[in-house]
């Protein structure tokens, strides 16, 4: 009986030793549950602004130098130098811009009026039209980039202002732009006097989210990180219209032939490349060039190639040297 | 003696108008011998009855954990794994596709259609399998409502990428904000919610709880059983009882029948996690992260001139699946356990080209591609091992109760024998 008695316990404590030794593996679920939890990004927001400050000419820019260099021979210590022995020029852009600068993604390459006068640009650093690298920029980034130096130069609808002539240099005007809206063909809008209450899309970062809140103060503003996500929240129904640049927005009508471009412009926007203020020889050169092509003829080819199709092309935008 | 003892105590019984008459009962039973066998009957039938159910019970809430890892959370956590996973890959392959420029090559559209299918599949398995009342329940409620938003988003992309219209990358974007932002947390949270109860089920399917009870049981059967055959020996003067020596034979072979397949089932178990469904949770959680590499690399390349959070998220995720601390040390560490270190070897060899060029579809897809294959091999391992388990205790629910009624029946015969000699 004792023998039993002494089975039955040594059987327990066998029992619960072994129940003891199973090996606990967690460390692996925990291990691939961290991973997975690992944050996701955050979409960061910023303000619209503050009201623009004045100050005199607003396109007034240095003029250009009394001899252009001739291509391929950049005067030895200017910034154009710099690029030439780099090999290639660096240049912030919008990929999303219809008509002035997107990604075709039929054949994978950046075009658009903007690139073209950019490849002018290089062509007369370099006699090769090629030699450049385009960097997409959000609308917000445009001008930090030019300041921090990851690009040399920036040309992605950038309207010039008093307020950003505090931060970049800008060349003088190579397109003149005027903001307007874009409003679905059935919509009742008509122009800015009929938004109170209205949900508008705009740019973060961009001139036009600006002056909405001052000239429709009643819209509601519906800010977007990317030009075209405006497109997207109009065509799904998340807003009653766009306001943009009257550039941006003849690219949009291209994509969508259920909108329309309604109203006069409500705002001058003048488009100028922003360049880093330590390079004024750079905001000269790149003056040189367009002042070249106002007079022979690229502009207005390169205008009638991409807007040819909207408007009759206008005379080239006149330079207003400091 | 006894029958004398027995005889002069029995007008007493003449005494039930005074006293209720459960006392009076229990008061003749204590009091005489063979009334002291009969409650010594009641009792040891009761003990062995109570032995019965709880060492039934014990036995079931642990085969019935260990079938619910076999037949239900394991499998529910490889659905939600593939379900996050497969929407992961969808984006990658959206985004990779659109970077490719001009037509989109055939195979990466058959990926990407793929991808939705086998998430549509585990979604409605989930759906099915998963408590209507649970938190799981409500993210696949809201996987199940944007997913055909998603896919919306991803044909417009499509339409007007055709067309070499822009606003395709916007659509693209869009379709990949709704994805990361709402649809992925989601099937990370069904993912998370099946981890927890597939960990639940393994912690009662190994633990000590069930092992201790019946060790605990068994103990007070076999002492109850043994105290019952010293008190018959002594009162009738014979050592021998051969009833109740087979109920205790009878006792102890059920015992050691249990505790055996307790044990055999608990080290299956314990393979089937070691050997098998730890890889797939690691596995799975690597393809998982390598889809949002990927995703986050194309989405950076799309440009979408773009959100600076994305190279940064490429390199974080990228550090998450980075050997040596990373996931995929993990599965290098594992397959040290599992012996599959040669497959874990080529998979950090692929991890590595992946790391250096990114942007070439098929490294990144062969990457993925070898990861589901290991866990195809892992949860081969996880079944084979699980299976083991249930031969094991076949038959072992239904044996506890049928041979504890043997074990009393034994027991009264026995008692029963001494009682007649009252009679």
């Known amino acids: 009986m004792r023998r039993i008695v002494g089975y ?241 927005l003849l690219g949009f009508k291209a994509q969508d032939p259920y909108t329309q471009i309604v109203g006069s412009s409500f705002a001058h926007e003048p488009y100028g490349m922003a360049i880093d203020k330590t390079h004024p020889d750079f905001v000269r050169f790149v003056n040189g060039v367009l002042a070249q092509m106002r007079t022979d003829g690229a502009w207005r080819a390169i205008y009638s190639h991409w807007l040819g199709k909207f408007s009759r092309t206008p005379a080239p935008p006149t330079a207003h040297y400091l | 003696m006894e029958s004398q003892q027995s005889v002069a105590t029995l007008p007493r019984a003449g005494t039930r108008t005074r006293s209720p008459w459960t006392l009076d009962w229990l008061r003749q039973r204590v009091t005489t011998t063979p009334g002291r066998l009969t409650l010594v009957s009641v009792l040891v039938v009761a003990g062995a009855v109570l032995f019965g159910v709880i060492a039934t019970t014990a036995e079931r809430s642990r085969s019935q954990a260990a079938q619910a890892v076999r037949s239900q959370t394991e499998p529910l956590l490889v659905q939600a794994a593939t379900l996050y996973s497969a929407l992961g890959d969808a984006e990658a392959t959206a985004t990779t596709t659109f970077l490719t420029g001009g037509l989109e090559p055939p195979a990466l559209r058959t990926r990407y259609r793929q991808d939705l299918l086998l998430a549509s599949y585990s979604l409605a398995a989930l759906t099915r399998e998963v408590g209507g009342s649970s938190a799981a329940h409500a993210a696949l409620v809201t996987i199940t409502e944007q997913l055909p938003v998603y896919s919306g988003l991803i044909e417009t992309a499509r339409a007007n990428n055709r067309q070499g219209f822009p606003v395709g990358a916007a659509y693209l974007r869009q379709a990949a904000g709704l994805l990361n932002g709402t649809i992925l947390p989601q099937a990370d949270l069904v993912y998370s919610a099946e981890a927890k109860r597939l960990s639940d089920n393994y912690a009662t399917g190994t633990g000590d709880a069930a092992l201790v009870v019946l060790a605990l049981v068994i103990a007070a059967a076999l002492g109850l059983l043994a105290l019952t055959q010293l008190y018959v020996a002594h009162v009738s003067r014979r050592i021998l009882n051969v009833p109740m020596l087979l109920a205790t034979v009878v006792l102890i072979g059920v015992s050691i029948w249990a505790i055996v397949g307790l044990l055999g089932e608990q080290s299956a178990l314990s393979r089937a996690r070691s050997q098998g469904s730890d890889s797939v949770e690691v596995l799975s959680a690597t393809r998982v992260m390598l889809s949002r590499a990927q995703g986050d690399e194309s989405l950076t390349r799309v440009g979408r001139g773009s959100d600076e959070t994305d190279p940064v998220d490429f390199a974080r995720v990228i550090n998450v699946l980075s050997p040596p601390s990373g996931l995929i040390g993990e599965i290098g560490v594992l397959a040290r356990r599992t012996g599959t270190t040669s497959a874990a070897d080529r998979l950090a060899t692929k991890f590595a080209a992946f790391r250096s060029s990114p942007t070439t579809p098929s490294v990144a897809n062969g990457l993925s591609d070898d990861l589901t294959r290991q866990i195809i091999a892992a949860q081969g391992r996880f079944k084979s091992a699980a299976a083991d388990g249930t031969s094991s205790l076949s038959g072992l629910s239904v044996a506890i109760p049928l041979l504890t009624l043997l074990v009393a029946g034994l027991a009264l015969i026995g008692l029963r024998q001494r009682l007649e000699e009252y009679r």
Request: aromatic share 4%; proline share 7%; charged share 15%.
């Open chain 1, 8 to 248: 039955v316990l040594a059987m327990a404590v066998v029992a619960a030793v072994l129940a003891g030794c199973g090996s606990s593996s967690d460390p692996a679920q925990r291990l691939a549950l961290a991973a997975l939890n690992t944050p996701a990004p955050q979409a960061h927001t910023s303000a619209t602004g503050s009201p623009e400050p004045r100050c005199g000419d607003v396109t007034a820019s240095l003029p250009p130098p009394a001899a252009m260099p001739s291509p391929g021979a950049m005067p030895a210590g200017s910034f154009m130098a710099r690029i030439q022995r780099r090999g290639y020029l660096i240049a912030g852009v919008d990929q999303n811009t219809l008509l002035f600068a997107y990604f075709n993604p039929i054949d994978g390459q950046l075009e658009g009026f903007e690139i073209d006068i950019l490849r002018q640009l290089t062509k007369a650093i370099f006699g090769n039209p090629n030699a450049i690298v385009f960097k997409a920029l959000t609308t917000d980034e445009r001008i930090p980039a030019v300041e921090n130096g990851s690009v040399d130069i920036v040309a992605d609808a950038v309207t010039i202002t008093c307020s950003r002539r505090k931060e970049v240099d800008f060349s003088t005007v190579y397109y003149d732009a005027g903001q307007k809206l874009l409003v679905p063909t059935s919509s009742p809008i008509q122009t800015v006097d009929n938004l109170a209450g209205r949900r508008v899309c705009a740019t973060i970062g961009s001139t036009s989210i600006q002056t909405l809140a001052q000239i429709a103060p009643r819209a509601i503003r519906y800010p977007v990180r990317q030009r075209t996500d405006c497109l997207v929240a109009l065509q799904e129904g998340l807003v009653d219209a766009i306001t943009s640049d009257d550039s941006i």
